[in-house]
């Protein structure tokens, strides 16, 4: 026991003695490993968080240039349960060049820290029967029956954006999302006696916290084109919101006929909308109440 006392404690001293000398063999032997060793698990400035990006159509199954039933269907349930499934702490991206089709009634809950790139186009189009979207009591809205064309309920940190910054795709054009008025404003005055205000949100951010829109295009919403209820710490940026029927530079008769196409209407705290363009036959930028949620 004595014997092996010493020698530990011999051990210690020479130890002691070398890592005291910066010019020791030993001690650069160790300050070598550990810087390398550092540098190993250390991330590097820039590199990649290996977030997970899922393509719409390879990952998640979207089939794009299709605007038949079967694949209007198809791609709102293959959003809808591709983000329940895969989407927190994901980038979902809608690629360059593709456009794809879908009926309103994409909707999600309890989303975090999900990424939509829209790289390329979706374009939403009224189901003529609207009824294939089964009864969720999640998504009801006391206020408004036809669901949106994209809901998002009780979701955090989400983004909604176009092509990354310094990406050549950037440099064309921005991200697009037509949202198929025309089908739901009707023939001039006559639709809107029609249906009133029974017409779909473009998009839809009920009880979200941490949201941020940017580098995109809103086109041709059939009712509001962002509607937020009960959000917070909200920004949108960089965005276009056009809804009209003709490309006059007035609001004419035949224009103003697109009735209640709002671009935001917002209700909640800390919400900050800079550098966007909005021309729409309504408000440009509404603050409401919480209705919804009964919080005035």
Not at 164 to 169: M, V
Request: charged share 20%; glycine share 8%; proline share 5%.
């Amino acid at each position: 026991w004595m014997t092996m006392a010493m020698t530990r404690w011999l051990a210690e001293i020479l130890l002691l003695l070398f890592l005291g000398d910066p010019n020791c063999p030993l001690m650069g032997g160790i300050m070598a490993v550990a810087q390398s060793t550092a540098a190993a698990v250390a991330p590097r400035k820039g590199a990649s968080t290996d977030r997970p990006v899922l393509l719409f159509d390879e990952q998640l199954g979207g089939i794009p240039f299709d605007s038949s039933d079967a694949t209007l269907r198809h791609n709102t349930l293959a959003l809808s349960q591709g983000l329940m499934r895969q989407g927190s702490g994901a980038t979902v991206q809608f690629p360059r060049n593709l456009t794809f089709s879908l009926y309103n009634g994409v909707r999600v809950f309890g989303l975090h820290d999900c990424i939509l790139q829209i790289d390329g186009q979706l374009r939403f189009r009224r189901d003529a029967n609207e009824s294939f979207l089964p009864h969720d009591p999640r998504f009801l809205n006391p206020h408004h029956h036809v669901p949106a064309c994209f809901s998002c309920r009780n979701c955090s940190d989400i983004t909604l954006r176009g092509p990354s910054p310094g990406s050549s795709n950037q440099q064309q054009e921005r991200g697009g999302i037509h949202g198929g008025g025309p089908e739901w404003w009707g023939i001039p005055f006559v639709g809107y006696a029609q249906r009133l205000e029974n017409r779909p949100y473009l998009f839809l951010f009920n009880g979200t916290r941490g949201l941020r829109i940017h580098d995109l295009v809103f086109q041709d919403a059939p009712f509001y084109n962002l509607q937020m209820t009960n959000v917070e710490h909200v920004e949108i940026y960089h965005v276009s919101i056009v809804s009209r029927r003709t490309s006059s530079t007035t609001h004419t008769a035949w224009d103003l006929s697109a009735f209640n196409t709002d671009g935001i209407d917002v209700a909640g705290r800390h919400v900050h909308v800079h550098d966007v363009d909005i021309w729409t036959q309504d408000d440009c930028i509404a603050i409401k109440d919480n209705l919804w949620s009964h919080d005035k």
